[in-house]
C-alpha cells in the first residue's frame, strides 16, 4: 500500500456521460498530481494541485476539470466522455509543490468507456 | 523540445537472465532522473533516483546508471526473477519545473 488511495478502481460508463475519481493522498503530502495512462501508452501529465491550487497544467481537456479540497484529498471530473477516454488514470502525490522531492503513485482507476 | 526515449520498447528473458534498459532524453535544465516499476495495472513505484552528481545507484539486483553528459541512463537487471515482469519507465525530473516527463516505458518479460 502507497498510501495515495483512488476510487473507484473500476469504472465502466457509457459515451457523453459524466464521472468523478477520487484520490486521497499520502498523509502530510500537500500536492496531488494526475496522469492518465491510455493502452500501452506512456503516462501523460493532466493537472497538480497544491494546498487546494491549482500549480500545473498539462495536456487536459477542456471536458476534464480538477479540484483539491481543504482535506486535500482531490477529484477528476471526466465530462461528455468519449471511447478514447478508456484509460487508466493515476494520481499521485508529493510533500512539497516541487515534482523533485518525492513522488508516490495510487494504484490507479481503470475507466472503461462504451 | 523535452524528450525522454527508451530502449528496448519489449524485451524477453529466461529467469536468472540479466538485462540492461537504456534511457535516452533531452531534458534540461536536469535535476534528477528516476526508474520507476509498473506492474501490468498498478501505479509505478519507485526504484531509484539520480541526481545530477551521482554516477551509479543500487537497490538489490536493480543498478542504474547515469550519465549526465550524454544524457543517457541504463537500469541493469541482475538475476531476473519471473516478479521482474513489469513496465519499466524513465522519469525525468527538469530542475525548477513542477512536470515530469515520462518516457513509454521498456516492457520487461521473464520466462521460466
Known amino acids: 500500500d502507497s498510501g495515495v488511495t483512488q476510487t473507484p478502481k473500476h469504472l465502466i460508463t457509457a459515451t457523453g456521460q459524466r464521472v468523478t475519481l477520487r484520490c486521497s493522498p499520502r498523509?502530510?503530502?500537500?500536492?496531488v498530481y494526475w496522469y492518465q495512462q491510455s493502452l500501452d501508452q506512456g503516462l501523460q501529465f493532466l493537472i497538480q494541485y497544491y494546498n487546494g491550487e491549482e500549480r500545473a497544467k498539462g495536456n487536459i481537456l477542456e471536458r476534464f476539470s480538477a479540484q483539491q479540497f481543504p482535506d486535500l484529498h482531490s477529484e477528476l471530473n471526466l465530462s461528455s466522455l468519449e471511447l478514447g477516454d478508456s484509460a487508466l488514470y493515476f494520481c499521485?502525490?508529493?510533500?512539497?509543490?516541487?515534482?523533485?522531492?518525492?513522488?508516490?503513485f495510487g494504484s490507479g482507476t481503470r475507466l472503461t468507456v462504451v | 523540445k523535452n524528450q525522454v526515449e527508451q530502449s528496448p520498447q519489449s524485451l524477453i528473458i529466461l529467469e536468472g537472465k540479466n538485462c540492461t534498459l537504456q534511457?535516452?532524453?533531452?531534458?534540461?535544465?536536469?535535476?534528477?532522473l528516476r526508474w520507476y516499476k509498473q506492474d501490468t495495472g498498478r501505479g509505478p513505484v519507485s526504484l531509484t533516483i539520480m541526481t545530477f552528481s551521482e554516477n551509479t545507484k543500487s537497490n538489490g539486483r536493480y543498478t542504474a546508471t547515469l550519465d549526465a553528459d550524454t544524457k543517457q541512463s541504463s537500469l541493469h537487471i541482475t538475476a531476473s526473477q519471473l516478479s521482474d515482469s513489469a513496465s519499466y519507465i524513465c522519469v525525468v525530473n527538469p530542475a525548477g519545473a513542477n512536470n515530469l516527463f515520462f518516457g513509454t516505458g521498456t516492457r520487461l518479460t521473464v520466462i521460466p
Open positions: 498523509s502530510g503530502d500537500l500536492s
Open positions: 499521485a502525490s508529493s510533500v512539497a509543490d516541487s515534482a523533485g522531492y518525492g513522488y508516490t
Open positions: 534511457c535516452n532524453y533531452t531534458v534540461s535544465p536536469f535535476s534528477n
